[in-house]
């Protein structure tokens, strides 16, 4: 009996491990969920084939509910698999947290993640990361600003951020266009130009897979440029103290 959170990687099923692929075929249920990340149309068949198995989807309410996922874990061992590495997202950590206080056997099975790869591909030195934000859908009464006192906080410091941008279910992933917006309107309402127009970030899209793009933009170039010029998933970085190599690279990667 147990559960195993299972890391897909960032570019899923060429990133699946050994490992994960191992376990997945010796447990009694697998389960994927795809609400913390995106995953193409077809990557649910193509993880079956790498597996060997059918696996069932499972939503964010069951996800976050969890009663399914240890139920299935106290009859047998099971897995769930997750986009990218698995204790990222806060959501899995409730889970694990939930798991070990039913005494449950429980296990993380590591993959590559945003976290990681943002840093790599575009050549920003990873210990001057600082903390990480996601930047919401805006919605009727509810425009908060936490995004930007993140940013502030870092850019204090010289840090560089990543910044996830929201997925939802109805509205779709954040666009870079949108993410650029509500930054920006963060700033207004909050009278501080720490995020402003000319400001140039990094722009990541569809990290891992064969047609990733990373750019160094301005945001007024962003905020012109249409929606399909970056499929999702994407995520941005906002520089902060630049190092004269990082300035080297992100000068190669300039649009």
């Not at 299972?6 to 699946?16: A, K, V, Y």
């Not at 075929?25 to 795809?34: C, Y």
């Not at 590559?112 to 903390?131: D, I, N, R």
């Not at 127009?197 to 064969?210: C, D, F, M, N, T």
């Amino acid at each position: 009996m147990g559960l195993y959170l299972i890391g897909l990687g960032i570019n899923p099923p060429d990133s699946i491990s050994f490992e994960a692929v191992s376990l997945c075929a010796g447990a009694d249920s697998v389960f994927i969920e795809t609400y913390t990340n995106i995953l193409n149309p077809d990557a649910k068949e193509q993880i079956e084939k790498v597996i060997g198995r059918k696996v069932e989807l499972i939503e964010r309410e069951a996800l976050e509910d969890e009663r399914d996922l240890l139920d299935a874990a106290t009859e047998g061992e099971c897995c769930l698999l997750v986009p990218g590495d698995p204790m990222v997202a806060t959501t899995h950590i409730n889970l694990a947290i939930t798991a070990k206080k039913h005494g449950l056997g429980f296990r993380i099975v590591h993959a590559s993640s945003v976290t990681s790869a943002a840093a790599s591909e575009s050549g920003l030195q990873a210990y001057k990361f600082g903390a990480i934000t996601t930047i919401p859908h805006f919605r009727q009464n509810y425009s908060p600003t936490a995004s930007l006192d993140v940013i502030a906080g870092n850019q204090k410091m010289g840090l560089h951020t990543l910044c996830l941008l929201d997925i939802d279910k109805v509205l779709g992933p954040l666009t870079v266009r949108q993410a650029c917006e509500n930054v920006l309107s963060m700033g207004g309402r909050k009278g501080t130009s720490v995020f402003s127009k000319s400001s140039r970030i990094v722009v990541l899209s569809r990290l891992g897979y064969p047609d990733q793009q990373v750019s160094y933009s301005k945001v007024s170039d962003l905020l012109e440029t249409p929606d399909s010029s970056f499929k999702p998933p994407c995520c941005v970085i906002i520089p902060g103290k630049l190092h004269f190599i990082e300035e080297e690279f992100l000068e190669l990667v300039k649009r």
